[in-house]
């Protein structure tokens, strides 16, 4: 009997061992599981975040390029624009010029009869003479003043005939060698205005 009693007390013992040790093995499969389903959930919520951020910054990336052709558009138009208005603004002011141009040459060109008859004048008087001086003062006092509008003389005489600035009207022979293909008289002086032929020196070409 006495026997009996103890092989039960060892049976619950044995039963009560292995069924802690059951429930402990549960328990770790299941602390397991819950391990690795959070795990799972954390990856899962993990990676829908990392493509949520891709797909913004995607999406600020085509952005951001829409804005650098619509700028480079703009500045395009932009120097164009500029452009244009700079071409309008070099024109007028070369329309100004040209127009003032013409209008100084338009006068000055009417001012030449009077210094051709000042040359003519002092032709005919005598060196020296009062009258002479008195011509010359008026002569040289125009003559100044339109040098500070542009007019210069076209120096001819003993000069090499040269087509850019002199008109022949006439060859005379020389015994000088060295005239020979050179300015030998001016029969009308000439002038440039602004750097440009006004009107070109008449003159005798020694041959």
């Not at 049976?11 to 602390?31: P, Y």
């Not at 389903?37 to 990676?47: I, L």
């Not at 071409?87 to 006068?107: H, T, Y």
Request: hydrophobic residues 35%.
């Amino acid at each position: 009997m006495w026997q009996i009693s103890s092989l039960a007390r060892c049976l619950r013992k044995d039963c009560a061992g292995k069924t802690q040790a059951i429930m402990a093995k549960d328990k770790e499969k299941k602390v397991k599981e819950c391990g690795s389903k959070a795990a799972k959930e954390t990856e899962s919520t993990s990676d829908k975040e990392v493509n949520e951020l891709k797909a913004q910054l995607e999406a600020v990336q085509k952005e951001l390029e829409a804005t650098r052709e619509e700028l480079a558009k703009t500045k395009d138009s932009f120097l164009r624009t500029y452009a244009d208005l700079e071409n309008v603004r070099r024109r007028a002011a070369q329309d100004r010029l040209d127009l003032i141009s013409s209008a100084s040459k338009d006068v000055i060109s009417g001012i030449l009869g009077v210094l051709d008859s000042c040359d003519a004048a002092l032709r005919m008087l005598e060196e020296g003479s009062p009258e002479r001086t008195g011509v010359e003062t008026i002569c040289n006092n125009l003559l100044d003043y339109l040098k500070t509008k542009g007019l210069e003389k076209i120096e001819a005489k003993g000069e090499v005939f040269d087509t850019e600035k002199h008109e022949a009207v006439a060859q005379f022979p020389v015994s000088d060698e060295d005239m020979k293909g050179k300015v030998f008289d001016v029969t009308q002086t000439g002038y440039i205005l602004a750097g440009k032929v006004l009107r070109y020196a008449k003159v005798v070409v020694g041959i």
